[in-house]
């Protein structure tokens, strides 16, 4: 892989790289979110979001072979970060808090993916790539509807 990026698309392939890892990351997190949610509606939600997650990951090695390139992992700090945070504060939370403290990573991790898309489809448009910008939007909506989701069930149970 690239030690210096020199154009827009080595960048793209590296964040494409990191997309993997992001995408490896959330399905961790999403099984780990579902078991310490207490409500079923709040598992279930992150059940839905596990099986779309498998899709994008799908959708990222068809953006590989589109580009011809083999998928090469590159670290995503970010989502690992959100992770670590969200595990740690499931330790320290009473179960009546733990919908809550799910909830939050879980939007916390569909914001640092929707930013990730965001860039790459920038990019992707500007190469006219426009394959990889259409299975890149796929991901994005899948994302940003799941963002929504997460952050009305959290507005409701904080009010409630
Ligand atoms: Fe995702
Ligand atoms: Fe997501």
């Given at each position: 892989?690239?030690e210096?990026?020199?154009?827009?698309?080595?960048?793209?392939?590296?964040?494409?790289?990191?997309?993997?890892?992001?995408?490896?990351?959330?399905l961790?997190?999403?099984?780990?979110?579902?078991?310490?949610?207490?409500?079923?509606?709040?598992?279930?939600?992150?059940?839905?979001?596990?099986?779309?997650?498998?899709?994008?990951?799908?959708?990222?090695?068809?953006?590989?072979?589109?580009l011809?390139i083999?998928?090469?992992?590159?670290?995503?700090?970010?989502?690992?970060?959100?992770?670590?945070e969200?595990?740690?504060?499931?330790?320290?939370?009473?179960?009546?808090?733990?919908?809550?403290?799910?909830?939050?990573?879980?939007?916390?991790?569909?914001?640092?993916?929707?930013a990730?898309?965001?860039?790459?489809?920038?990019?992707?448009?500007?190469?006219?790539?426009?394959?990889?910008?259409?299975?890149?939007?796929?991901?994005?909506?899948?994302?940003?509807?799941?963002?929504?989701?997460?952050?009305?069930?959290?507005?409701?149970?904080?009010?409630?």
């Amino acid at each position: 892989m690239f030690e210096h990026f020199e154009n827009p698309r080595e960048l793209l392939e590296y964040r494409l790289g990191a997309a993997v890892s992001m995408e490896r990351d959330s399905l961790s997190m999403l099984g780990d979110l579902e078991e310490a949610a207490q409500s079923e509606d709040v598992k279930q939600m992150y059940r839905h979001h596990a099986d779309e997650t498998r899709q994008q990951s799908q959708n990222l090695d068809r953006i590989f072979e589109e580009l011809q390139i083999s998928a090469a992992d590159q670290p995503s700090p970010t989502t690992k970060g959100i992770a670590r945070e969200g595990s740690s504060l499931i330790r320290k939370s009473e179960p009546a808090l733990l919908d809550m403290v799910t909830l939050s990573a879980a939007l916390e991790t569909e914001h640092a993916e929707i930013a990730a898309y965001q860039s790459m489809i920038c990019t992707a448009d500007a190469l006219g790539l426009s394959n990889v910008v259409q299975l890149l939007t796929e991901n994005l909506e899948q994302e940003e509807h799941t963002s929504k989701e997460l952050y009305d069930k959290l507005r409701t149970l904080s009010a409630a």
